[in-house]
Each structure stands twice: as structure tokens, then as C-alpha cells.
């Protein structure tokens, strides 16, 4: 199975701020890389997909990159709602595995 | 718009089964791949498995394999997944999504949450 490894954890950043969260796939995935984010009580939802792609209705801050085995997540200028925890998922070949995931917050 | 929702929670005892279902609304099943997903409390996700969009069948995480069936009722719109031999650590929330074929999931259930208590 393809191990992914999410970094960081958890983050603090004020808003206004650069956030980076990367994940590192186990072996070469191409682009088959997907963001979620997940707000407290809620579903996942989806941010980016094929590793760049911006989902529909997805705030423009939002960017993704990368392509292989290293993927990048970009909040350009972290706002008070996007407090939440982001998760790559490779959905390149089954079965899929999720980043660990990453704990946003607000200083 | 396509709408996913799942029935409601469940309390089950140890070794029993589950069957949770999501009813698909604004598309048919037929031109949609889903996929279950679960989240233990106060943990990360953790995909259960998927219909593979090439021949229609379902593909299970090696941690479900052999208690885990997903099946769909193409006649209502409805998938279902159903984890037998129950254990507490299978309390959780389950989601089922729309899967775009290789372009993420962008439809999700609301979640249905599992209990496994004795």
C-alpha cells in the first residue's frame, strides 16, 4: 500500500499569514492526489484535485502542487474560516490512503 | 446537483452487524463510482473502500477485508455498506462519497455514526 505523510501535524499561523502543508507519497503517484478540508462536526469537503486542480466554489487562496511523490497544499492568506484540518488523500491506485491530516489554527 | 444521504445512527453490540445506507439523489446510480469513508473519534480519515469505475466492483481496504460488503440498488439509487463482527474500535462515523473518477470525492453524505457498545 502507498504510505502518505502529511507535515505538519498542526500549525498556528495568524491570519493574513502563508500556509504551507505538504504530503510525501510512499512511491510515485503522478498526480493522483486530492485536499479535503474537514471543519469540526462536519463531512470533508473537497479543495483541490489531480493535485492542482481548484475545486469549483473554492476560495482562489487556495492552491495545490506537485506531482510524483511531493505535494504541496497553499493558503495564500489564511482567513479566521479556514480553521480546520486538511487531509491529502491518494487516489491514484487502491488502495487509497489519507494524509494523517493537519490541524489549522487561528493565533 | 447530486445529494448523498445516509440513514440514521446505529448502536450495536460487539460481534453484531451493520448495514448503513446512502440514497443518491440527483443523479443515477449508475453513472456514479462511490466510496465509504470513516473518521474514529477524534482521528484522522480512512478510506473503506469503492466500486472501481472500470468493472463496477467493489475494491476494500485490506483492514475491512473479509468483514466488509458494499453493494448498490441500482433500482432505488441506493448504496449500501454493511461491517460485520462488530468491535468498539469500529465506533466511528461513516461517509459515503461521489467519487468523479480520478478528480476527487465532491459529494458527501452527512455522515452516520456507529456505535459498538456492549
Known amino acids: 500500500d502507498i504510505q502518505m505523510t502529511q507535515s505538519p501535524s498542526s500549525l498556528s499561523a495568524s491570519a493574513g499569514d502563508r500556509v504551507t502543508i505538504t504530503c510525501r507519497a510512499s512511491q510515485g503517484i503522478s498526480k493522483g492526489l486530492s485536499w479535503y478540508q474537514q471543519k469540526p462536526g462536519q463531512a470533508p469537503s473537497l479543495l483541490i484535485y489531480a493535485a492542482f486542480n481548484l475545486q469549483s466554489g473554492v476560495p482562489s487562496r487556495f492552491s495545490g502542487s506537485g506531482s510524483g511523490t511531493d505535494f504541496t497544499l497553499t493558503i495564500s492568506s489564511l482567513q479566521p474560516e479556514d480553521v480546520a484540518t486538511y487531509y491529502c488523500l491518494q487516489d491514484y491506485t487502491t488502495p487509497w490512503t489519507f494524509g494523517q491530516g493537519t490541524k489549522l489554527e487561528i493565533k | ?118
Open chain 2, 1 to 118: 446537483q447530486v445529494q448523498l444521504v445516509q440513514s440514521g445512527a446505529e448502536v450495536k453490540k460487539p460481534g453484531a452487524s451493520v448495514k448503513v445506507s446512502c440514497k443518491v439523489s440527483g443523479y443515477t446510480l449508475i453513472e456514479l463510482s462511490m466510496h465509504w469513508v470513516r473518521q474514529v473519534p477524534g482521528k484522522g480519515l480512512e478510506w473503506v473502500g469503492g466500486f472501481d469505475p472500470e468493472d463496477g466492483q467493489p475494491i476494500y481496504a485490506q483492514t475491512f477485508q473479509g468483514r466488509v460488503t458494499m453493494t448498490e440498488d441500482t433500482s432505488t439509487d441506493t448504496v449500501y455498506m454493511e461491517l460485520s463482527s462488530l468491535r468498539s474500535e469500529d465506533t466511528a462515523v461513516y461517509y459515503c462519497a461521489r467519487d468523479r473518477m480520478g478528480d476527487g470525492m465532491d459529494v458527501w453524505g452527512q455522515g452516520t455514526t456507529v456505535t459498538v457498545s456492549s
